[in-house]
């Protein structure tokens, strides 16, 4: 998302990774009522992804990454890939500015200052209680006695 534009950003988002993870969980209902046997499903769906394992190799490392982490070299040449790829020809300058006062991060700091101790907060809860629910309904989704494709389509685990 970091290479995207602001004005794209909530687009991107939206339409190829939170639409394409809900496109694959709603689509596995009917995956799993093509293919009812579970060894056949799981070989599929761990297959699927290998026509996409050469995109892999055009990624890059992140370079906001690389320059937070001091490799300003590998941060250039990041930049000059990704650049090559869009048909951008300009010179990359990097200001290369020292923090003295930074020092690394502990747990501790999610806690420090009232905004990011409110936010920890609130996902850590979010988190815990979407992850309690959703493990509660796929443990206890046989007793409702419904069929295994509405199973999948509600629970995604079945």
């Not at 056949?40 to 996409?52: D, K, S, T």
């Not at 300058?93 to 905004?115: G, Q, V």
């Amino acid at each position: 998302l970091e290479l995207v534009g602001s004005s794209w950003r909530a687009i991107v988002c939206v339409a190829f990774i939170e639409g394409g993870w809900t496109l694959g969980y709603l689509s596995l209902a009917l995956v799993s009522w093509l293919l009812p046997d579970a060894f056949n499903l799981q070989i599929l769906v761990a297959v699927g992804f290998l026509p996409f394992a050469p995109l892999l190799l055009l990624l890059t490392e992140s370079p906001k990454w690389l320059l937070a982490t001091g490799r300003v070299q590998e941060c250039k040449d990041a930049i000059k890939k990704i650049m090559k790829f869009n048909h951008i020809e300009k010179e990359i300058i990097i200001h290369e500015e020292k923090d003295e006062t930074s020092s690394k991060a502990n747990f501790l700091d999610l806690f420090r200052t009232p905004m990011i101790r409110r936010n920890t907060i609130v996902i850590s809860l979010a988190w815990f209680a979407l992850g309690t629910l959703y493990f509660g309904l796929s443990l206890h989704m046989p007793e409702f006695k419904a069929n295994k494709s509405w199973e999948t389509r509600h629970t995604g685990d079945r």
